[in-house]
């Protein structure tokens, strides 16, 4: 025709048609959709056949070459995952396929012509199934044809691909009913028969079905591919030798050499353990489509997501399927690709479009890049999925990860809803939630999952804990969770029973492990979450709890040290506009504690935080708490019974027998001494409240100990509501109540007495318990009764109610580092890090905390802020590949001052915060300590000292009392305080006017510098020679009078070092004091010989 110079547009309708249908035989593809396209709607109405083969030339243009044909011929076998181009243009031409083959339904079916109608409509049909727009109409459709008495056979691989659940017996009975019918099997009853093939449960299944009806599969369906299939599949079952000898067969046939090849190969694999390797020989080799799908789905079987997504990329690039972007995109997601992944599904959006797992892949990979706010919103995308387990995890992660907590009472809300669409273990992990939110839906969640899985050991175990962190434990039912689950634990359960010997047992190792782990922190050797860690407890129990508890702490030896700083930290200079910086939480926790916060952020431009931030400040928030509130209840129940004077406190008066105590403990024998004494010496009747049996204390087997002969001092618990029962002060149901419990957990003492009017009860701390538990401790005095209860239940009731109070205290300081970066991160001026993820299962604890995190950000920041002395003890850590700066939150509050963000005297008070806080190492300027001793008065010849120079000092003191410093790395710090004290002691004897003043405030500072109180620092041998030497040093150093002082001054000052220094000295350490007197001989000797020297003639 070109040669003829005739174009298509010279042809008839007719003649377009022959064109069309004989390019497409020759597999001009290309040429084919540009005769589709100049096709006018004359021509559609005059041939409308051409409506049936202009769809299948578009199908072709969004299919591989490789399977072009495969359309051409009917609707592909395995419909489900054949590739087809996915993206938007693409989905275009397969909108324009699937209208011209509605047209051609509709005009077959106005011709009468049915059986084309029918094949039509299972093309369009195909087509609405794998739009992501319209698979759940065209689900609908399908069952509609499936679903109902008469079934239409043309459909059935459809449904079987497609997720429609058929009964197979009617299916099978249709086709058998069809070939009887007919005389034979037709063209949709093979179809049919051939997609049940993929019901089956095995491969040797699978094969075996296909071997009993291939004769009459053979009329319609190529029977080449049946048996290639019956190949693969036996090769999967390993029956090999059966593949081999339907291959031997297909090669005498006339099976290419190629193809024969290909098939051996996949009968060797199924020999050979190594498919991937086997595979990858076989794609290298051939490049054929088909073998590329092999190895992506062998790769992706077995999760080698590095090598996976490789391959995936290759396979997208041939089929441009959503399937094919989806498994390319789930790769990369695996292989912790998450930038790569953003980039891939930036450039194909119009991929994600249409595909829900590729949003949620996409939301997924910005979150774990730190893009919160931007995986939000594509989140919100997702509408349609509201519903969905990733979708709700993702939500719930990234509402904690912006800090967005409150919008989590909404979701715990929408959970209780639906709770009776939820597994147990998504309630267990709702209510997690709840009870950290005090949400009034955590109970009935709790409650719900353990109706759900009553018999799961693991939802039990966490549904008694959750109820214990609740505080209601002590209800029905929810102590017998805890029974169950150590029955249904086993060897693998998450609960395994541990006797009282076996526990002992363990005791030396933990005693061992503590005290390493206390002595690598002490050294410096290990940052303090891992400590906290190590010691079970959290970095929070380690800073933050025991700041606010030292600041009501007026003994400065009971204070707990918090290692915050290091003493070998060296002054970090930056400008805070000039500089991108990061925070690890341990700065943001003293920032919040000096409430700091807002006037850091305001004075950076740029500023990053570690991703798991948020999520460990959620964590911490629930662990602040007491972790069995109804402790904290009850101690307030017991500090009102006390003050209402309902409850008296045990003062014992008595000594108790050495062998009693020996056996029962000190407390319990000291009780029960003094019953005896007092029921002797007074006429009131005196009894030990204590549950039987009491077990030998001393001894690690479970020994019953024989009180038989204090039985007149011995009562129940049972015994004391019996009583109060006679007296009136107890119903007949608290009675009943009573006895019920009390029957549990205690049996009644022989022989004890009945219980006297007026009677003193000493209740030991079971009793206590029982009593708090049943609510009737605050009852027994109304009985007349007088109850005593010990010391020690007393103080641990006030120290519970002091926890409560920090614990408060605390979740404000939390609130206040949510608060401030919420808003921040909001709005972009501050960023998150990308999430780290450890490769190593034992390891994710570790990883994901922020002080491990916080490296991830070396990359992007210049310097990162941490309070850990671990890491501010050098300036500079190498991480990511790239080094960073390493300054503290003492560094940043010398830079807050030098930017004007706050005074030289905020300054000061924040550091008199830490220093009264227990934080150590805080450094010692010479300004700062003229300051606060100028501010303290002198009095008698004494200074008082003010708030700030006693912090200063009992900050020194604490260092000086302890083992933290180490001093081959941190003795800057203690040179640079001593540096400091003996520069002010010389400044004061300038210009001043009161001499008793000055030498009050040298006093003050000289004994400060006191070298014996730090030799232990150095070990025996070097302390031993700092106090010989070092004091000597320091000494003579002190000896050199200040500049620019008057004669008279100078004179003053030698009197007061003379009197003050050098006669005390040479009292008592007289060694010392010869020493000082030779070496100062020697140096002017030096000095004269020098002089000498010089003046002598050459």
């Known amino acids: 025709m070109s040669t003829a110079g005739f174009g298509v547009a010279h042809l008839s309708s007719e003649g377009k048609y022959i064109l069309l249908t004989h390019q497409l035989e020759l597999g001009h593809w290309n040429v084919a959709v540009e005769i589709v396209d100049s096709l006018s709607s004359q021509d559609l109405e005059d041939i409308p056949v051409l409506h049936y083969w202009s769809a299948l030339t578009l199908l072709t243009a969004v299919v591989p070459p490789d399977l072009r044909r495969v359309v051409l011929a009917q609707v592909p076998i395995f419909a489900y995952d054949f590739p087809l181009a996915s993206d938007e243009v693409g989905f275009n031409v397969r909108r324009r396929a699937y209208n011209h083959f509605r047209r051609a339904m509709a005009t077959a079916s106005e011709l009468g012509c049915q059986q084309a109608a029918t094949l039509n409509e299972e093309y369009a049909l195909w087509l609405t199934l794998r739009d992501p727009n319209r698979s759940a109409q065209g689900k609908r459709r399908l069952k509609q044809k499936l679903c109902t008495e008469k079934l239409d056979l043309h459909f059935i691989h459809l449904g079987v691909q497609f997720g429609i659940k058929l009964d197979i017996s009617q299916v099978e009975n249709e086709i058998d009913r069809q070939v009887a019918l007919r005389g034979g099997i037709t063209r949709e009853a093979a179809v049919a028969r051939f997609a049940l093939a993929f019901t089956k449960e095995s491969p040797e299944e699978v094969a075996n079905y296909v071997a009993q009806h291939f004769e009459e599969l053979g009329e319609f369906l190529d029977e080449k591919q049946m048996r290639i299939l019956q190949i693969r599949m036996l090769s999967r079952a390993r029956l090999t030798d059966r593949a081999t000898k339907i291959l031997d067969s297909l ?27 086997l595979r990858k020989k076989q794609f290298e080799r051939s490049q054929l489509l088909d073998d590329l799908v092999a190895l992506v789905v062998e790769l992706e079987t077995h999760q080698k997501w590095e090598e996976l997504f490789k391959y995936a990329n290759l396979l997208f690039e041939e089929t441009r399927s959503t399937q094919d972007a989806e498994r390319f995109a789930t790769a990369l997601a695996n292989a912790r690709k998450t930038e790569q992944l953003i980039h891939f599904l930036d450039h194909h959006s119009d991929f994600v479009v249409h595909s829900n797992q590729l949003k949620f892949l996409y939301a997924w990979a910005l979150y774990h890049e730190g893009k919160l706010v931007e995986a939000r919103t594509a989140l919100e995308r997702l509408s349609d999925a509201h519903d969905d387990l990733n979708h709700r995890i993702l939500w719930v992660n990234l509402a904690i990860s912006v800090g967005d907590w409150n919008s989590l009472n909404t979701f715990i809300a929408n959970e209780y809803e639906r709770q009776n669409e939820r597994s147990a273990k998504e309630l267990i992990d709702t209510a ?96 303090l979450f891992v400590a906290a860690r190590s010691l079970r407890k959290s970095l929070i129990d380690m800073s933050l709890f025991p700041a606010l508890a030292n600041q ?179 119903t007949a149901e608290e009675v009943k109540g009573a006895r019920t419990y009390l029957q549990l957990h205690e049996r009644p003492w022989p022989n004890q007495p009945e219980i006297e009017d007026s009677a003193v009860l000493f209740l030991d701390d079971s009793a206590v318990s029982y009593f708090l538990h049943l609510g009737i401790l605050g009852k027994i005095s109304a009985a007349g009764l007088r109850p005593i209860i010990t010391s020690r239940v007393i103080a641990e009731a006030n120290a519970l109610i002091d926890y409560e109070s920090i614990s408060n205290e605390v979740n404000v300081y939390i609130e206040r580092i949510r608060s401030s970066l919420c808003s921040r991160i909001e709005f972009g001026s501050i960023k998150v890090g990308r999430k780290q993820l450890s490769d190593e299962p034992e390891e994710p604890l570790l990883s994901e905390h922020p002080t491990t995190d916080v490296f991830s950000l070396a990359h992007s920041c210049d310097l990162i802020f941490s309070d850990d002395r671990f890491l501010n003890q050098r300036n500079r850590i190498e991480a990511e590949e790239s080094s960073v700066t390493i300054a503290s939150t003492l ?81 800057h710090w203690l040179e640079s305080v001593f540096q400091a004290i003996l520069r002010v002691l010389k400044s004061l004897w300038v210009n001043s ?94 000095v004269t010989e020098n002089i000498l020297i010089e003046d002598s003639p050459e």
């Open 552 to 730: 009501t702490q007026d003994d400065v030896r009971r204070r707990i040290l918090i290692p915050s700083f290091s003493g070998n930290c060296r002054p970090v200079k930056f400008h805070p506009t000039e500089v991108t910086a990061g925070f690890d939480v341990t700065a943001l926790l003293t920032l919040s504690f000096l409430n700091l916060l807002d006037q850091t952020f305001g004075a950076f431009k740029n500023i990053f935080v570690p991703h798991s931030t948020f999520a460990w400040l959620f964590d911490e928030k629930l662990r602040a708490k007491f972790h069995q509130p109804s402790r904290i209840r009850d101690s307030h129940q017991i500090r009102n019974f006390i003050t209402n004077k309902l409850l008296g406190e045990y003062v014992p008066n008595v000594i108790p027998d050495r062998n009693l105590a020996s056996q029962i403990g000190d407390e319990l024998a000291s009780m029960v001494a003094e019953a005896e004494r007092a029921s002797e010496d007074e006429k009131t009747q005196y009894l030990v409240v204590r549950t039987a049996p009491v077990y030998r204390s001393s001894s690690i087997e479970v020994e019953e100990v024989d009180l038989s002969e204090y039985a007149q001092v011995l009562s129940s618990c049972s015994q004391v509501v019996e009583k109060l029962k006679q007296r009136g002060i107890l």
């Open 251 to 277: 090669v005498e046939d006339g099976l290419p050499q190629t193809e024969e090849l290909r098939l051996r190969g996949v009968i060797e694999e199924s020999k050979d353990d190594d498919l991937i390797a």
């Open 891 to 971: 560094d940043l509050l010398d830079t807050l001052v030098e930017v004007g963000e706050i005074s030289m005297e905020e300054r000061l008070e924040h550091r008199t915060r830490l220093r009264r806080a227990g934080y150590i190492f805080i450094p010692v300027s010479a300004e700062e300590l003229t300051l606060c001793l100028n501010a303290s008065e002198v009095r008698d010849g004494r200074v008082l000292e003010n708030a700030e120079l006693k912090s200063l000092r009992e900050s020194i003191v604490s260092v000086r009392m302890s083992n933290w410093l180490q001093f081959s790395i941190e003795a």
């Open 432 to 527: 997690q939630l709840a009870v950290r939110l005090d949400s009034p839906y955590a109970k009935d969640i709790v409650l719900s999952a353990v109706e759900k899985s009553e018999n799961d050991a693991n939802v039990l175990v966490n549904a008694y804990f959750l109820a214990t962190s609740a505080g209601w434990e002590d209800e029905d039912n929810v102590s017998q969770w805890l029974i169950k689950a150590i029955e249904l634990s086993g060897e693998e359960g998450p609960l395994q029973p541990l006797s009282i010997k076996e526990v002992l047992n363990r005791k030396p190792s933990w005693d061992r492990w503590e005290s390493e782990t206390l002595g690598l922190l002490t050294k410096g050797e290990i940052p």
């Open 993 to 1086: 006017l009161d001499l008793s003043d000055v030498i009050a405030r040298s006093n003050w500072l000289v004994d400060q510098i006191d070298m014996r109180g730090w030799a232990h620092t150095l070990g025996t041998e070097n302390g031993d020679n700092m106090v010989r030497t070092g004091r000597g040093l320091h000494i003579l150093t002190l000896l050199a009078p200040p500049e620019n002082v008057t004669q008279e001054m100078k004179e003053a000052y030698w009197k007061w070092i003379e009197n003050r220094i050098l006669v005390p000295t040479r009292e008592q350490f007289p060694d010392l004091f010869e020493s000082m007197i030779e070496y100062q001989k020697n140096q002017i000797a030096d």
